[in-house]
DNA sequence: AACTAGGGCAACCGCATCTTC
DNA sequence: TGAAGATGCGGTTGCCCTAGT
């Protein structure tokens, strides 16, 4: 701060220019990834040192991929990471040569937006049929012509409010907001549209488990087609596992569960338990594995 | 051709932690 | 031992590009 006392310094900001970042590499293999802050107080780039050694780990370091998307094993890392760590990034980099903790979350982030968009889509198309037998055409819609979801639905049509400290998710939670006699429509997305069983099953449970409780909810011949990828079939053999479940812990606990042995579907070192369902999409977003859908195959159009 | 939504990415901000004096 | 500065990290923002309408 005794700096601002002078003359007001200024600090350049915004994109780098190549001539800065020469500077900034030669001034790296002189003196090494460090002394960040001295490149500005010897006044050979006007940038904060934190902007400097920013620039230096996310595009000027060597061996880093720029410009190359994520392969299908960096994503699948990534996905086994944060379900591991959570949402440290700069861990989760470290098993990830040539990707900066900034590269990890911004791949996150572009995913999650994904998926709310997705869910979002797929919440209104829902709503737009809630207790309308008839009107399973409108599951066509891809978030056009969609009414608001209604914040409470009554259980026993099928629908029903999450709340606070309920830990027992019916078919009808926000999520999953379909009567069973719902059309599944091959245009949008499944998993919503299976009217699944959820009970006592927290939403940290991935897509294949919700299958397999899909699988066992409908009758016959409401049996949706269903494929499931090779990953999704050795996950569901895991569900042979009696104690399979346990690893989230009981429904009240405010212990962390990361601490356990942890399928690569824990999200959150939170505890995890479903929460009033709020007018606010996001919210429950937050509580929702962001590969869920990753592992469903699509279905095959008749 | 113009407009719009979505995706990808770079960079900034604020806070936490570490290091140095 | 505490203060100040340096560094690291995660969240957020804003810009640009592209595809769809």
């Not at 040192?49 to 230096?56: A, E, P, T, V």
């Not at 379900?83 to 470290?94: L, Y």
């Not at 009107?135 to 409470?152: A, E, F, I, M």
Request: glycine share 4%.
């Amino acid at each position: 701060m005794r700096k601002m006392e002078g003359k007001k310094e200024e600090i350049k900001k915004g994109p780098w220019k190549a001539e800065e970042d020469e500077v900034l590499i030669n001034h790296v293999n002189r003196y090494g990834p460090r002394e960040w802050s001295s490149i500005r107080s010897k006044g050979l780039l006007h940038r904060t040192g934190k902007s400097c050694r920013l620039r230096w780990v996310n595009k000027l370091r060597p061996n880093l991929k720029n410009g190359c998307k994520f392969s299908s094993e960096e994503e699948r890392t990534v996905i086994e990471l944060q379900s591991e760590f959570g949402n440290k990034w700069a861990r989760i980099a470290t098993y990830l040569p040539g990707r900066t903790d900034n590269d990890v979350k911004n791949f996150w982030s572009s995913r999650q937006k994904r998926l709310a968009r997705i869910l979002h889509n797929s919440s209104d198309a829902s709503s737009s049929s809630f207790n309308t037998k008839s009107s399973s055409s409108s599951h066509r819609t891809k978030g056009k012509n969609v009414k608001p979801l209604p914040q409470s639905f009554n259980p026993s049509q099928g629908f029903g409010v999450v709340e606070e400290e309920d830990i027992t998710v019916s078919s009808s939670s926000k999520i999953f907001p379909y009567s069973t006699d719902d059309h599944v429509d091959d245009e949008t997305l499944r998993l919503p549209d299976l009217g699944i069983k959820l009970e006592h099953q927290p939403f940290a449970f991935g897509t294949d488990l919700v299958l397999a409780e899909t699988s066992s909810f409908f009758s016959e011949s409401q049996q949706p087609n269903i494929t499931f990828s090779p990953d999704s079939r050795e996950l569901l053999a895991r569900l042979d596992d009696p104690f399979y479940y346990d690893i989230l812990g009981p429904p009240d606990s405010s212990e962390p569960l990361f601490a356990l042995p942890q399928p690569f579907f824990e999200p959150s070192p939170a505890p995890r338990r479903c929460r009033h369902v709020s007018k606010d999409d996001d919210v429950f977003l937050d509580d929702f594995p962001a590969d869920m859908f990753d592992q469903v195959d699509p279905i095959r159009s008749p």
